[in-house]
């Protein structure tokens, strides 16, 4: 299984940024997919935003137009660039790897997850 490490997480007031980065350990096909997801108190854990090594991107509808997803295929990292924070921002935010070319938005479909990183919204 890939190792995917976060980091990045921090508080912020909201209208703030924060960038997340998942570093991945060894880019095989098992990590063909990078998925962010996150998990607030109490609720279940939801899509935040996939892409792959190329061009594609999905958002969730909730941080589409304040969120963005990037990778460096050089250094092997995954970036979360998230503007115009909310309090209901605030979770527990994974990286999760998994094989395949479909940029999947199911949590049950990756197999490799980081630790994740707190990011505290207050308003």
């Known amino acids: 299984q890939v190792q995917l490490v976060e980091s990045g997480g921090g508080s912020v007031q909201a209208g703030g940024s924060l960038r997340l980065s998942c570093a991945v350990a060894e880019r095989t096909f098992s990590a063909s997919i990078i998925g962010w997801f996150r998990q607030a108190p109490g609720k279940e854990r939801e899509f935040v935003a996939v892409?792959?090594?190329?061009?594609?991107?999905n958002y969730a509808a909730s941080v589409k137009g304040r969120f963005t997803i990037s990778v460096d295929n050089v250094k092997n990292m995954v970036y979360l660039q998230m503007n115009s924070l909310k309090s209901e921002d605030t979770a527990v935010y994974y990286c999760?790897?998994?094989?395949?070319?479909?940029?999947?938005?199911?949590?049950?479909?990756?197999?490799?997850w980081g630790q994740g990183t707190q990011v505290t919204v207050s308003s």
């Open positions: 999760a790897g998994r094989a395949g070319v479909r940029p999947a938005e199911n949590a049950n479909e990756y197999d490799a």
């Open positions: 892409c792959n090594w190329g061009s594609a991107r």
